[in-house]
């Protein structure tokens, strides 16, 4: 199946240059401790500060939510942020932008011509109707940590610990379509209903590879995958497909098309 590349706005990408090959070594090892998350945050604080600007979180959650309802396929999709905190803001400030899409969408029902109004009124019960959900690995100080940053995670640990998120999320009628992640879920993990990957994370290789893959099961309807990068690793994705090409890697994307 094939997997199509949309790079976002200059504006909400970081330059490659502006990130250490050494942050994309640190990051490429999927599940981070709490030690290493600190790491990153202390050892490489000025790319770290670039990934996590709020005014930047802000306009990829409002971008993200305009391209998450206006896809043909409505399947589900995975964001993919830097750490834990993030995973958890990002829901934070997607969840405002929802709400706000809805407002403009109703309003803009309201004032439509009789003709455009049955599929307006599709997309607006499925809108309504969607369900978002953070899953991410628990660590010892996670709810003091995350509260010195202003973040409550213990509605989303509890909801972890009481439902079976991973089930719902298979399940292509139930309503959690979107999720918030930094390390789990994004390898060894086949969802074929999920066809957006929205990825705000400096990865490679393996990672990389076995990340976007999570948009390539086959499903009835869905025709491709889209991997949405906010954060510039189009040419670590390049290199990745070439070395499990070359390793005739029977998961590798059939096809990747790139949209500028």
Known sequence: MP????????????????????????????????????KVQQKYGKQYQLITNPRRLDEIAIDLVRHFSARGYLGKAMFVAIDKATAVQMYD???????????????????????ARPALTERLEWMRSVDMAVVVSQSQN??????????????????????????????????????????????????????????????????????????????????????????GVFQNLQKALAIYAAKGNANTPSRTRTNW
């Not at 706005?9 to 050494?22: F, G, M, R, V």
């Not at 405002?96 to 003709?115: M, T």
């Not at 509605?155 to 999320?169: C, G, I, S, V």
Request: net charge negative; with cysteine; glycine share 2%.
């Open 93 to 115: 400030k997607v969840q405002k932008a929802w709400k706000s899409e809805l407002s403009s969408r109703e309003a803009q029902f309201a004032n439509a011509p009789e003709e």
């Open 142 to 231: 996670e709810i003091d940590d995350l509260k010195k940053l202003g973040l409550d995670i213990l509605p989303h640990r509890q909801r972890m610990q009481t439902e079976d998120l991973e089930t719902k999320f298979k399940n292509s009628d139930d309503p959690l379509r979107l999720v918030f992640v930094c390390a789990m879920w994004i390898t060894g993990f086949d969802v074929p209903t999920c066809s957006t990957v929205y990825l705000d994370k400096p990865m490679k290789n393996h990672t990389l590879m076995q990340t976007i893959a999570r948009a390539n099961r086959r499903a009835p309807g869905k025709n491709a995958g889209v991997i949405v990068d906010y954060v």
């Open 3 to 38: 997997l199509y590349y949309e790079p976002r706005k200059p504006e909400l990408q970081i330059a490659a240059d502006q990130l250490k090959d050494e942050l994309d070594e640190l990051l490429d090892e999927a599940a981070l401790d709490e030690e290493q998350e600190k």
